[in-house]
């Protein structure tokens, strides 16, 4: 749950950051707790023998969610 939150709190903060790289690097730690949300979504699933299509919609959602943040770092990068 708290790695969840993190992705939401670390791109508000992002918004209001004052520099650039500022900026990228909380996206990056956006995308991190992203990861980590992602590897504790796949923990239920598999650990606890889950088969809810709900955390399967969850999961989908979390693995969109990380690469639209991880492509927007790679263009922060080029620029």
């Known amino acids: 749950m708290r790695s969840a939150m993190s992705v939401g709190a670390n791109v ?3 918004v209001n ?3 650039r790289t500022e900026f990228k690097r ?3 730690i956006a995308l991190k707790s992203g990861n980590e949300t992602k ?3 796949c923990i239920l699933r598999d650990g606890f023998d889950i088969k809810d299509d709900e955390i399967k919609e969850i999961l989908k959602e979390c693995d969109e969610l990380t690469k ?3 492509s927007s770092i790679i263009k922060l990068k080029s620029k």
Do not use: K, P, R
């Open 12 to 14: 508000v903060e992002a």
């Open 68 to 70: 639209i943040l991880a």
């Open 17 to 19: 950051s004052s520099t």
């Open 26 to 28: 909380y996206y990056e």
């Open 39 to 41: 590897y504790w979504l």
